[in-house]
């Protein structure tokens, strides 16, 4: 069958990605009528939407995180259940990313697009791993797409920061991580290398660890930061969101030791611009390898970019004969870098 092409019936408008048969946008930048989620990231998941499609878990996500702007008909679907909207069938399955992350898939006359969403195929405690599947079309992020990104091996990282512990007992190490995703990661990740003692938190990243609590991820014992003595905190680690690490809050602290959980942290240039001592390369995302070989594995012909690094991408992606093409959605300024 002769592939309908793709752009009749997947279109960018002024909210971001929209399927006209199925009348529902994707990951939409902007409050619609009818959206698919594919995770509660905030430049994923905004505020507004009457219907959405998700996942259990990105619904209480964006239940917890947006208040009043919260679905008004929230639809969970569990992934790999095909569900027919209009003209068009919507499966989701998992991406890998952060707790209930989804890509989706979606076909119409015999075509299959698959919309990535984020993800990465490395392996995470903390949510389901990335199922692989065959499309024609595949739109993938980009956020990583430079060969100079390759992640590595996130508990050798974690492994760095015990080592770090061990040798400053009497230092407090505070490690930057974006609430949603990351810290339950480096947690997880802490645990499974047989860190069984409290893990502090600053008050920021509460929240997203009880709702990972609540989905049967443990983390052990946590405690709150704020309010503990500082004597207690010698020798201990301390989880806050990025922007506290470097402000005030982080004073209080004995002799911080300032760590950051981020994919950016192989770039050593941007962890000295930001007086990071201890940099720790654990992404939620994909590198170049995991792009480059997931586009490859999906079989697709054609493949869209979005948010991210396009150039080298595009230019690799056609190198290999395939079609590709940016995708301009406005509004995507990555939560969780
Ligand atoms: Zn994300
Ligand atoms: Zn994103």
Same mark, same amino acid.
């Given at each position: 069958m002769t592939p309908e092409r793709f752009e009749s019936w997947l279109k960018v408008d002024r909210k971001g990605l929209y399927?006209?048969?199925g009348g529902f946008h994707i990951d939409p930048h902007g409050a619609v009528r009818r959206a698919i989620v594919t995770h509660g990231h905030s430049d994923h998941a905004r505020p507004g939407h009457d219907a959405v499609?998700?996942?259990? &878990?990105?619904l209480a996500i964006m239940g917890a995180r947006l208040g009043e702007g919260a679905p008004r008909r929230p639809q969970a679907t569990a992934c790999g259940e095909p569900l027919a909207i209009g003209d068009v069938t919507v499966t989701l399955f998992p991406a890998g990313h952060v707790l209930g992350s989804a890509q989706v898939l979606i076909e119409y006359k015999g075509t299959r697009v698959v919309i990535s969403g984020d993800y990465k195929r490395s392996a995470d405690p903390t949510c389901a791993p990335f199922a692989l599947v065959p499309c024609d079309l595949f739109i993938t992020e980009a956020t990583f797409a430079l060969p100079v990104f390759q992640h590595g091996d996130a508990r050798? &990282?974690?492994?760095?920061l015990l080592t770090s512990v061990e040798q400053f007992p009497e230092r407090a190490h505070v490690v930057g991580a974006y609430a949603l995703g990351k810290t339950q990661r480096v947690i997880a990740?802490?645990? &499974?290398?047989?860190? &069984?003692?409290?893990?502090?938190?600053?008050g920021a990243l509460q929240a997203c660890c009880d709702l990972y609590e609540s989905f049967g991820v443990s983390l052990g014992v946590l405690l709150p930061a704020t309010g503990t003595k500082r004597d207690d905190l010698e020798g201990a680690i301390v989880l806050a969101p990025p922007s506290a690490i470097a402000d005030r809050w982080s004073r209080r602290l004995p002799d911080p030791v300032t760590a950051f959980a981020s994919g950016w942290m192989r770039v050593r240039a941007r962890a000295r611009q930001q007086g990071i001592e201890l940099p720790l390369v654990i992404s939620d995302h994909a590198d170049w390898r995991e792009l480059t070989e997931t586009i490859t594995e999906t079989g697709a012909e054609e493949v869209w970019v979005t948010h991210g690094r396009e150039d080298a991408l595009l230019h690799h992606i056609e190198t290999t004969g395939r079609r590709g093409r940016a995708l301009a959605l406005i509004g995507r300024e990555d939560e969780d870098p």
């Amino acid at each position: 069958m002769t592939p309908e092409r793709f752009e009749s019936w997947l279109k960018v408008d002024r909210k971001g990605l929209y399927c006209p048969p199925g009348g529902f946008h994707i990951d939409p930048h902007g409050a619609v009528r009818r959206a698919i989620v594919t995770h509660g990231h905030s430049d994923h998941a905004r505020p507004g939407h009457d219907a959405v499609l998700a996942t259990k &878990e990105t619904l209480a996500i964006m239940g917890a995180r947006l208040g009043e702007g919260a679905p008004r008909r929230p639809q969970a679907t569990a992934c790999g259940e095909p569900l027919a909207i209009g003209d068009v069938t919507v499966t989701l399955f998992p991406a890998g990313h952060v707790l209930g992350s989804a890509q989706v898939l979606i076909e119409y006359k015999g075509t299959r697009v698959v919309i990535s969403g984020d993800y990465k195929r490395s392996a995470d405690p903390t949510c389901a791993p990335f199922a692989l599947v065959p499309c024609d079309l595949f739109i993938t992020e980009a956020t990583f797409a430079l060969p100079v990104f390759q992640h590595g091996d996130a508990r050798a &990282e974690v492994a760095k920061l015990l080592t770090s512990v061990e040798q400053f007992p009497e230092r407090a190490h505070v490690v930057g991580a974006y609430a949603l995703g990351k810290t339950q990661r480096v947690i997880a990740l802490l645990r &499974e290398a047989g860190y &069984e003692r409290p893990i502090y938190l600053h008050g920021a990243l509460q929240a997203c660890c009880d709702l990972y609590e609540s989905f049967g991820v443990s983390l052990g014992v946590l405690l709150p930061a704020t309010g503990t003595k500082r004597d207690d905190l010698e020798g201990a680690i301390v989880l806050a969101p990025p922007s506290a690490i470097a402000d005030r809050w982080s004073r209080r602290l004995p002799d911080p030791v300032t760590a950051f959980a981020s994919g950016w942290m192989r770039v050593r240039a941007r962890a000295r611009q930001q007086g990071i001592e201890l940099p720790l390369v654990i992404s939620d995302h994909a590198d170049w390898r995991e792009l480059t070989e997931t586009i490859t594995e999906t079989g697709a012909e054609e493949v869209w970019v979005t948010h991210g690094r396009e150039d080298a991408l595009l230019h690799h992606i056609e190198t290999t004969g395939r079609r590709g093409r940016a995708l301009a959605l406005i509004g995507r300024e990555d939560e969780d870098p």
